[in-house]
């Protein structure tokens, strides 16, 4: 009866949201934030790597900066991940959904508000927005563009805190996707 119950919530929730999308301004730009430091690249700079492979503006520094090939880091922004909408909103609100989201709010967050009461919601409202632009799956560059705030915050400290745990970021995309939502697919309800 619950997940009945459930199911037909989210049922409602995703059609309300198909068929009276909201006013919410999506992210325009990416702020990578260490203490004072703040540099920002636009979405649509992010979305043109994702397309050609090739960067411009500081994006295209930063990559040279640090020795990254572009066409890579287009690969990653391009991989899209089956989240079927009911298990992804099924697992954002479990347990451990919740222990992965609250880590990734330590390193996303809208740029002025780092407070988790703000950045839980932002961080599922780009998920749940972008699997719906994706029709069921989700690259990087939707949860992007679907984030609903004008500027997302990284905090390069936290994630680089993260990925020196990891041996790569694909690793780490993996980690926080495939493993809970296998679980989850394997129970019956």
């Keep these: 009866m619950k997940y009945q119950y459930a199911k037909s919530c989210v049922l409602l929730l995703s059609l309300l949201c198909i068929c009276f999308p909201a006013r ?3 992210a325009e730009e990416i702020a990578f934030v260490s203490g004072a430091f703040r540099r920002t690249i636009s979405i649509e700079n992010v979305e043109h790597l994702a397309k050609t492979g090739k960067a411009k503006g500081l994006l295209e520094d930063v990559l040279r900066f640090s020795n990254q090939d572009p ?3 287009s690969l990653f922004l391009n991989e899209k991940f089956d989240l079927p909408l009911v298990l992804t909103s099924k697992l ?5 959904g919740n222990a992965i989201i609250n880590r990734v ?8 508000v780092p407070d988790k009461a703000v950045s ?17 799956e ?9 984030y609903p705030n004008k500027v997302i915050a ?5 994630l680089f805190q993260i990925t020196n745990k990891v041996e790569s970021m ?20």
């Design 24 to 26: 919410t301004k999506a």
């Design 71 to 73: 066409q890579k880091i």
């Design 138 to 146: 989700l690259s990087l560059v939707q949860f992007l563009k679907s």
């Design 170 to 189: 694909t690793d780490l995309v993996k980690f926080f996707s495939s493993s809970p939502l296998e679980r989850l697919k394997e129970r019956k309800p």
């Design 92 to 96: 954002m609100y479990s347990s451990i």
């Design 120 to 136: 839980i919601p932002a961080i599922r409202a780009g998920v749940i927005n972008g699997i719906l632009i994706g029709n069921g």
């Design 154 to 158: 990284i905090n390069l400290p936290a």
């Design 105 to 112: 709010a330590q390193i996303i967050y809208p740029i002025k």
